[in-house]
């Protein structure tokens, strides 16, 4: 029964890191590719505009790094509660 507290810290914290990745990811593939396309249009790059370089790969390299970010995070988030393989 002493172990509840920590339980409960380990998964607040590991709740609270994937709401941050799905927010990021959310704004990102439906934000920033389809709701703010219309703003983002007049900003070039590699030629095209913002949005639909949001579209096409930008939300895919967003996707690659939360992936990364995500395991690194968890990583040290189980150390910190000593449940680390």
Not at 12 to 24: H, K, P
Request: aromatic fraction near 16%; hydrophobic fraction near 55%; glycine fraction near 8%.
């Amino acid at each position: 029964m002493a172990e509840q507290p920590n339980n409960n810290a380990y998964w607040s914290a590991n709740i609270r890191l994937v709401t941050y990745c799905l927010v990021i990811w959310a704004l990102v593939s439906y934000g920033f590719a389809i709701l703010l396309r219309p703003l983002l249009s007049g900003i070039a790059v590699g030629g095209t505009d913002l949005g639909f370089w949001f579209a096409q790969q930008g939300s895919i390299l967003v996707f690659l790094v939360l992936i990364f970010f995500y395991a690194w995070r968890m990583n040290k988030i189980d150390r910190e509660h000593g449940v680390d393989e």
